[in-house]
């Protein structure tokens, strides 16, 4: 009985993981393979703002598949690369794109990290030098304070 009911548990178990691993797969008609590369190229640029760390060609949020289908539509218009990134950036702003251009709103995302950086290496270089000259104070006057001693007997 034992062995039975550990079957039926094995077996739900794997009817779940079959369902959750259950994806749409979208399937795009393209007039010409260069429509086909630039969709290529606009969804692995575009960013999916759902998942903020995945491309729109990565993830499979309800946001992302939208997008996707007004690239799609987009191109299907007519429009070039250039337009189609114009208008997702008018509509959800420089995060969609994954290199945002360089401007005075993308300052700190483009040079946070590397004033972060020079930042953090003044603080430790200033840390380690006060204690190197504290250290080296504490010597001397330790050695002076051994001097004074060998000299009293």
Same mark, same amino acid.
């Given at each position: 009985?034992?062995?039975?009911? *550990?079957?039926?548990?094995?077996?739900?178990?794997?009817? =779940? +993981?079959?369902?959750? !691993?259950?994806?749409?797969?979208?399937? %795009?008609?393209?007039?010409?393979?260069?429509?086909?590369?630039?969709?290529?190229?606009?969804?692995?640029? *575009?960013?999916?703002?759902?998942?903020?760390?995945?491309? =729109? +060609?990565?993830?499979? !949020?309800?946001?992302?598949?939208?997008? %996707?289908?007004?690239?799609?539509?987009?191109?299907?218009?007519?429009?070039?690369?250039?337009?189609?990134?114009?208008?997702?950036?008018?509509?959800?702003?420089?995060?969609?794109?994954?290199?945002?251009?360089?401007?005075?709103?993308?300052?700190?995302?483009?040079?946070?990290?590397?004033?972060?950086?020079?930042?953090?290496?003044?603080?430790?270089?200033?840390?380690?030098?006060?204690?190197?000259?504290?250290?080296?104070?504490?010597?001397?006057?330790?050695?002076?304070?051994?001097?004074?001693?060998?000299?009293?007997?």
């Amino acid at each position: 009985m034992h062995m039975k009911s *550990l079957k039926i548990i094995i077996s739900f178990i794997m009817l =779940l +993981s079959v369902y959750t !691993a259950h994806a749409k797969v979208e399937t %795009r008609t393209f007039a010409n393979p260069q429509m086909e590369a630039d969709y290529q190229t606009l969804i692995l640029e *575009l960013r999916c703002l759902v998942c903020q760390n995945q491309s =729109l +060609s990565d993830s499979n !949020a309800e946001l992302a598949q939208d997008m %996707r289908a007004k690239v799609f539509k987009m191109l299907n218009e007519g429009k070039s690369k250039n337009e189609i990134a114009d208008f997702m950036v008018a509509r959800y702003g420089d995060f969609v794109l994954y290199r945002p251009p360089v401007k005075s709103s993308t300052f700190l995302l483009w040079f946070g990290p590397l004033i972060f950086f020079v930042v953090a290496a003044f603080i430790v270089f200033s840390f380690i030098r006060r204690q190197s000259t504290e250290k080296a104070v504490v010597e001397e006057q330790e050695q002076k304070k051994a001097h004074s001693l060998l000299d009293d007997e």
